[in-house]
Structures are given as C-alpha cells and as structure tokens.
C-alpha cells in the first residue's frame, strides 16, 4: 500500500508477463480501475497465479468486485486463492471451465463466507482439487460437478481440511436416465481429509488407491 497516494503498488504490474505470478495483501489495493489497469488477461505467459488477501483484514475493495476484475488468462493451469471473504464467485469464475479450460490445479483457502462451490466438475484437465478453512460450506453434492457429464474425468488428487461446518459429502450423483449411481471423482487415486469432524460421507466412501 502507498498511503500518500490514491493507489497501491499493484500497477507495478501492469508491464509483468511472467508464468507464475504471486499477488499478495490484496486488501491494500484502493480500487477496481487498479486491478483491470494490469490486464492479467492478457498476459499470454501465465501458467501460475497466487491470489492472496491477509485474514481478516479490513478491504478497501469488496472481493467480489475486486476478484471479478483479476482474470487470469486462458493459458492458466493452476490457481490458488487465500482469504477471499466475499459470499459469492464473480462471474468468470461460475463460468471457470470455459474462461481456464487448461486448469490442472485449484486451491481455495481460508474463504470463510462463500457458500457455494462453482461447477468444478466441469473442468476437462483438473487433476488436483484442494478446499481448506471454507466454514459458508455445509455439504458438497452434485453442484459441484455441474451439468455436464461425466464430471472431473481428469481428477486424481483431492483435498479437505479445517471444513468444520461441512456435514455431508454426497460423493455419488445419479447418471443418465437409469438413475445408475456413479462416483463424483470417477478416477480418483489420493483422497485426504483432515480435521472436518462434522462430516459425513453418503451413501459410502469414495473409491481411491
């Protein structure tokens, strides 16, 4: 933050086209016109990109609106995302699996208020899946993977942790018009889950090596 002027430091950025790129204490930046002036969608080289807002900070910028301006560009592969406190995803990020088709990756961390997942599911190469200290969620069912099916083909890594209000986790959805029952993650190799000590798996756990 330059607290002798009407802006933060972010414009720095405007001139960086790098493959990872770290952004942190996005509490600081003053206004949205600083986050679009630095057009991360253009910047065609990104592969990585780490969103950052210091836990319970005050924001002078709603996160929503400041989120909604930070779009990556369509070459991202992996995303995370610390101390977003906003309830709900812009709209780029509803829409994920047709703005970042070539995400492998997705953490999302210390979100205390959202209250609903995106359609993840939709995403044709994620491989890793990672939710921590995200208390808004109660339950994960098949809103996660989205209209189209099959959801995550490509899903092999996923992660719970610190949900302590998450209660139930459907971990199969009824495909086709047979009503045949088929697991969330159908190719699911590591599944961990750590200090979520109100949950409950149904109809049973879900198939990993």
Same mark, same amino acid.
Request: neutral net charge; aromatic residues 8%.
């Given at each position: 933050? *330059?607290?002798?002027? !009407?802006?933060?430091?972010?414009?720095?950025?405007?001139?960086?086209?790098?493959? *990872?790129?770290?952004?942190?204490?996005?509490?600081?930046?003053?206004?949205?016109?600083?986050?679009?002036?630095?057009?991360?969608?253009?910047?065609?080289?990104?592969?990585?990109?780490?969103?950052?807002?210091?836990? *319970?900070?005050?924001?002078?910028?709603?996160?929503?609106?400041?989120?909604?301006?930070?779009?990556?560009?369509?070459?991202?592969?992996?995303?995370?995302?610390?101390?977003? !406190?906003?309830?709900?995803?812009?709209?780029?990020?509803?829409?994920?699996? *047709?703005?970042?088709?070539?995400?492998?990756?997705?953490?999302?961390?210390?979100?205390?208020?959202?209250?609903?997942?995106?359609?993840?599911?939709?995403?044709?190469?994620?491989?890793?899946?990672?939710?921590?200290?995200?208390?808004?969620?109660?339950?994960?069912?098949?809103?996660?993977?989205?209209?189209?099916?099959? !959801?995550?083909?490509?899903?092999?890594?996923?992660?719970?942790?610190?949900?302590?209000?998450?209660?139930?986790?459907?971990?199969?959805?009824?495909?086709?018009?047979?009503?045949?029952?088929?697991?969330?993650?159908?190719?699911?190799?590591?599944?961990?889950?750590?200090?979520?000590?109100?949950?409950?798996?149904?109809?049973?756990?879900?198939?990993?090596?």
């Amino acid at each position: 933050a *330059d607290y002798h002027h !009407s802006s933060s430091n972010l414009a720095l950025l405007q001139d960086v086209n790098r493959t *990872d790129l770290v952004i942190s204490r996005l509490e600081n930046v003053k206004s949205v016109q600083e986050a679009r002036s630095i057009k991360l969608m253009e910047k065609g080289r990104m592969k990585e990109i780490i969103l950052n807002w210091t836990t *319970d900070s005050e924001r002078l910028v709603e996160g929503m609106e400041m989120l909604g301006e930070l779009v990556p560009p369509t070459t991202l592969e992996k995303l995370c995302i610390y101390g977003y !406190s906003s309830v709900k995803f812009p709209e780029w990020f509803i829409g994920v699996a *047709d703005h970042l088709p070539n995400l492998c990756q997705i953490s999302l961390s210390d979100l205390p208020k959202c209250n609903r997942l995106p359609p993840l599911g939709q995403l044709p190469n994620l491989e890793k899946l990672k939710l921590r200290k995200m208390n808004g969620i109660s339950k994960i069912d098949g809103d996660l993977c989205g209209t189209r099916r099959p !959801s995550f083909p490509r899903l092999k890594n996923f992660s719970l942790s610190e949900m302590e209000s998450l209660k139930v986790w459907y971990t199969t959805y009824y495909h086709g018009g047979e009503g045949v029952s088929k697991f969330i993650f159908p190719n699911l190799c590591i599944l961990e889950i750590h200090d979520c000590p109100n949950l409950r798996l149904k109809p049973c756990l879900h198939r990993a090596e």
